[in-house]
């Protein structure tokens, strides 16, 4: 009993003095956890950021890879060759079998790199062939192949869409609704990346020069009436007597100081929210803007990922991808009259990508829900073993289910009675949309021509597109047909 007296004495002995250097106890606790978050920084390094950080193009290890690594080949979701590496002359020579039709998309690995070239460079260089095999290569100093990537691209759409566009300047992209699949990207005017180094000064120094633009995900622009989605979606989020609107359309509305025209003067007369959205009727909308709350306004169009980072076409998961630029709306509660009036028809400040407003149209097909946007299906090693697959899962929800029904069938009005009837007698599909005829300059009479929109197939499937031609016009004359030829290649083939 004595020795255990004098253990518990002992042990009070140890306590009194550790509590007389608790500052040594606080410098041991702060170390330790410095030191475990730099152990979870290197970690996350690892395993999470070293594709993105071995991919920087100022990174030389990408170097160290290519000299151990044969570059592996991009195919398209049914493996049909995109590019792929010629060694028959002993030399590594990048070729691209279908020239310009998939030029930004893909890319190109000369003078630089870029597209999938670019964004896919960390995992073309890696190889995951037998391992047995990778040995004996390195012991006789003979390359790896590197791995390929299957891409969700698909060709007769990629296509259809590269045709329909033709030699217009503007960009076209198509999604699968439902899955996130990125199936074209079309970006005018274009380039063959097989002979890139023959163009590469004469483009690089000409001013103002876009040949090697993805205007698909880098191209901003005022998205015209095409943003009268985000207009009528807040007007009815705020009045649920939205069916009762009403207005008097003479050609134009003026508002403290501000005047806004309807597309060639038109004068639409007595409507409601449907046919003011159908017909495109600046005049109503410039009206309807002026009765919305702007706080609401604004965190609407950040919900539908205005002034918030896009979610860029992903290349496996965590792994390097497009970055796809930031759109702008400049709503506030110290929007002046003018700025309120100019946003809600689409106009002033407000700047988009086609690549947007597509996630935008898919979002509404899909129920108001936004599938991740990917590019790259799966990586396989040459021999066709799956390395890695993307996994099909939801981004976030841009809108209710009911919310989307509502603006689904404000769209599905654009094709039956509004500017979108180019649309109209489509065969194996219904068609969902909005038209936007877009000033870009003090000339009033110059307009980008858009379109953004949906089909659902009469197989089920929805794909959402969007398209803009510079300069082109009228977005129901101009924009629709090209979307209408990607849909007809896609739903009856």
């Known amino acids: 009993m004595i020795k255990v007296f004098k253990y518990l004495k002992d042990k009070l002995n140890t306590i009194k003095d550790l509590s007389g250097n608790k500052e040594i106890i606080r410098l041991t606790y702060l170390f330790s956890a410095i030191f475990f978050a730099l152990i979870c920084y290197v970690l996350i390094v690892v395993y999470r950021d070293s594709a993105s950080i071995i991919n920087n193009s100022y990174n030389k290890r990408e170097e160290l890879y290519a000299k151990k690594t044969v570059r592996g080949s991009i195919l398209s979701s049914n493996k049909e060759v995109l590019a792929y590496t010629d060694t028959s002359d002993s030399n590594e020579n990048r070729v691209y079998p279908y020239g310009r039709l998939f030029a930004h998309v893909v890319g190109y690995n000369i003078k630089g790199k870029a597209g999938l070239e670019s964004s896919a460079n960390f995992t073309l260089l890696q190889s995951n062939a037998f391992i047995l095999e990778r040995i004996n290569n390195e012991l006789n100093s003979v390359k790896n192949i590197g791995d390929n990537i299957i891409t969700t691209l698909d060709i007769n759409t990629q296509l259809a869409a590269y045709e329909a566009l033709s030699n217009k300047t503007g960009a076209v992209v198509v999604m699968d609704a439902e ?23 004469s483009v690089v120094n000409e001013k103002g020069n876009t040949t090697l633009l993805n205007k698909t995900t880098q191209g ?13 979606l807040e007007y009815m989020k705020e009045n649920d007597d939205y069916t009762d609107y009403s207005f008097d359309c003479p050609g134009y509305f003026e508002y403290k100081g501000t005047k806004i025209n309807c597309y060639h003067g038109i004068k639409h007369g007595q409507v409601d929210l449907k046919v003011s959205f159908s017909k495109s009727c600046n005049a109503s909308f410039a009206n309807i803007t002026t009765k919305l709350n702007e706080n609401k306004f604004k965190n609407t169009c950040e919900e539908l990922l205005f002034n918030e980072s896009i979610p860029s076409p992903s290349i496996i998961d965590s792994r390097s991808s497009f970055i796809a630029k930031k759109s702008y709306v400049p709503i506030n509660s110290k929007s002046t009259p003018d700025e309120l009036i100019q946003t809600g028809i689409g106009q002033g400040k407000t ?6 407003m597509c996630l935008i149209s898919a ?74 005829s877009a000033e870009f300059s003090s000339n009033k009479t110059e307009s980008h021509a858009w379109f953004t929109g949906f089909a659902e197939g009469n197989n089920g499937k929805k794909i959402a597109i969007s398209v803009i031609i510079e ?23």
């Open 179 to 201: 899955t996130g699949r990125i199936l074209a990207m079309v970006s005018k005017p274009d380039f063959d990346p097989n002979n890139i180094s023959d163009i590469w000064d």
């Open 471 to 493: 300069n082109g016009g009228s977005g129901g004359q101009v924009a629709i047909p090209v979307a209408r030829a990607v849909f007809d290649s896609y739903f009856n083939r």
């Open 351 to 356: 700047e988009v990508s086609p690549y947007h």
């Open 363 to 436: 979002a509404i097909a899909n129920e108001g829900v936004l599938m991740n946007p990917i590019l790259v299906e799966s990586i396989e090693n040459y021999t066709g073993d799956i390395v890695s697959s993307a996994r099909i899962r939801p981004y976030k929800r841009l809108l209710s289910k009911e919310d989307s029904d509502k603006v689904k069938e404000l769209m599905r009005g654009v094709i039956t009675d509004g500017t979108g009837t180019k649309l109209k007698d489509a065969y194996g599909y219904t068609a969902y949309g909005k038209t936007g």
């Open 220 to 232: 901003l622009y005022p998205p015209g009436s095409t943003f009268k989605i985000l207009t009528a």
